[in-house]
């Protein structure tokens, strides 16, 4: 028994052994790439460096250290709660409606018909064109002089409104844009999820005489729970990090209606050149994001069902 025990010790020994040279390896880039800079980070977030002067050079923390006022400032600011509150307004708009379409591209989607593979393909094309293009694109087509979108409103005698120029309309039209970019990405994997469920339920649902809309609320999305959670986590971690259309299509306004975390934190940082505020703003935005995806994951017992 002894023997058999200390020989599984020898094998386990020698497995970390020959796996060491590439864990070491991945260990250091973790270290270098993202460990490194965000313990600088958090030094930075504590100084009123301007980006400019010699980082971490002899006398720094001296003359440039400031304790928690970057922070003190960020939070008893007003400027903070309404970008906050924009972000908060674009989750709310943004997930519901990012959820409701995809889960009905996959259901379309997941039909077994003659040149269902074609549609896969091309709801999957958006999601393949950069940001940059995606935005340039847009802003010409919701431009209110010569865009397409009020062209066609005005065919039928409506007069459209200024999607990017109205504070009313701003957020709206963003969200628009980003439902159209990400919804061929979590339309298919709300499709693999539809497609592992096994298709005895759906016999046995029909034996009985559920029709399709009851099949579809009482099998397919129970069973497309844990799908529908990755889902969630995902786009509300990326709507925290709104930032590429909001650049290029608003640049935060107008009026200030689509200022977000992010674009605050690259203007302070590479506009206004108060690298240790957008920091301390990066690891507020930080905890945000790691409290939300706590609860999420905390909560989850409630609704997720793991059941195959």
């Known amino acids: 028994m002894k023997s058999e025990k200390s020989r599984g010790r020898r094998l386990n020994e020698r497995s970390f052994f020959s796996a060491s040279p590439f864990l070491t390896a991945s260990l250091i880039g973790f270290a270098i790439f993202y460990f490194v800079p965000m313990v600088i980070s958090v030094v930075i977030s504590l100084t009123d460096w301007n980006g ?33 509150k924009n972000t908060l307004v674009y989750i709310v708009l943004y997930i519901p409606l990012m959820l409701m379409v995809s889960t009905a591209i996959a259901a379309l989607l997941s039909r077994q ?80 999820g539809m497609v592992g469920i096994d298709r005895t339920y759906y016999e046995a649902a029909e034996i009985d005489g559920a029709g399709p809309w009851t099949r579809f609320l009482k099998i397919t999305l129970p069973l497309l729970t844990p799908s529908l959670f990755y889902v969630l986590i995902v786009s509300l971690i990326n709507s925290f990090q709104l930032f590429p259309q ?23 940082g ?39």
């Not at 250290?65 to 003190?72: S, V």
């Not at 957020?171 to 970019?181: C, F, G, R, Y």
């Not at 206004?272 to 905390?298: D, E």
């Open 52 to 84: 400019l002067d010699r980082l971490l050079a002899p006398g720094f923390m001296a003359e440039h250290f400031i304790g928690l006022d970057n922070y003190k400032a960020i939070l008893t600011g007003t400027e903070f709660w309404k970008v906050l």
């Open 113 to 192: 018909r003659r040149g269902v593979g074609v549609f896969r393909v091309l709801y999957y094309i958006p999601v393949l064109t950069s940001w940059v293009a995606a935005s340039l694109i847009w802003k010409s087509l919701l431009s209110p002089q010569y865009g397409a979108m009020n062209g066609i409103l005005a065919i039928f005698g409506i007069e459209g409104p200024g999607w990017l120029t109205d504070e009313k309309w701003a957020m709206p039209a963003i969200v628009l844009v980003s439902v159209w970019k990400d919804m061929g990405f979590f339309g298919l994997i709300l499709l693999s």
């Open 246 to 268: 909001i650049m290029i299509m608003t640049d935060g306004g107008p009026n200030g209606a689509t200022q977000v975390m992010v674009e605050r934190i690259y203007k302070y």
């Open 270 to 308: 590479f506009r206004y050149f108060r690298m240790g505020y957008a920091s301390a703003f990066s690891w507020i935005l930080f905890i945000i994001i790691m409290i939300c995806t706590a609860v999420q994951m905390r909560g989850q017992k409630r609704w997720v069902n793991y059941d195959t």
